[in-house]
């Protein structure tokens, strides 16, 4: 059975019934072959743009340190232009204050996101789990944060991070401190020591990993829970020196 030909004023093709199909020019001829469509690429949105530095900022930043990181590094990973990253935050200062500005609001909404039971104890135990989980899903932003800069200032350390989350925590102890006849005026100190152990603690578990967290999380509120249950309304020296 023969195969129905159609033509064209372009190319001679040849159809099969079978749904086949043939050049039907002379023998070891082909046709002109098509030229293959050009993929455009969407260009980013500047706030595209500025989500990519960020990230990839944030990513050399925990790798490398401020000092470490250059701004030609930043833009060769992002595929720009020094001049991009000038652009969108003035230098490699100004991409760092954003990245730390960042990760110090997540951690804080956090912990004090985690302030919600009743039993004073368990408040320890969230905000401890709050603070490990943070270290564990967000390694690169803790890195960054426990490490100093030039650009942090007093609103930009470690330090005045965990000052802020020791006033969240103050205001219950200060309640506590009340109910149990303990000085209220008291809980600030006592809010900033239960916060920095902690803080401390997690430092060193961002490295070793070890024990797991929910036991890292049990220790550090033995110690903290059973410190403060044994606490006294008018502590004592116990050595030599009394100033």
């Known amino acids: 059975m023969m195969d129905d030909v159609a033509t064209d004023s372009s190319t ?41 530095l960020l990230d990839i900022g944030r990513t050399l930043f925990a790798e490398r340190g401020f000092e470490g990181t250059s701004v030609e590094e930043i833009a060769a990973k992002a595929g720009v232009s020094k001049p991009v990253v000038y652009e969108h935050f003035g230098g490699k200062e100004g991409l760092y204050a954003v990245v730390v500005d960042r990760e110090m609001r997540s951690l804080l909404d956090l912990v004090t996101g985690a302030l919600t039971a009743g039993h004073p104890r368990e408040l320890l135990e969230q905000a401890a789990f709050a603070l490990l989980d ?11 944060l426990v490490r100093d800069s030039p650009v942090a200032q007093s609103t930009g350390t470690f330090a005045s991070l965990i000052s802020d989350i020791a006033t969240q925590v103050e205001d219950i102890l200060g309640l506590e401190f009340k109910a149990r006849g303990f000085d209220a005026k008291l809980a600030p100190l ?48 116990i050595g030599h020196r009394k100033s």
Do not use: C
């Open 12 to 52: 001679t093709r040849t159809t099969s019934t079978t749904g086949s199909s043939r050049s039907a020019g002379a023998a070891g001829s082909a046709g002109p072959a098509e030229k293959p469509r050009r993929t455009r690429r969407t260009r980013m949105t500047g706030a595209e743009r500025r989500e990519q």
């Open 190 to 237: 006592y809010a900033q020591a239960l916060v920095g152990m902690v803080a401390l603690t997690g430092q060193w578990w961002l490295d070793v990993r070890k024990p797991k967290k929910a036991e890292v999380a049990a220790h550090l509120v033995n110690l903290a829970w059973h410190g403060l249950d044994g606490l006294e309304a008018k502590p004592r020296l």
């Open 134 to 144: 943070y270290i564990e899903t967000n390694t690169d932003g803790f890195r960054i």
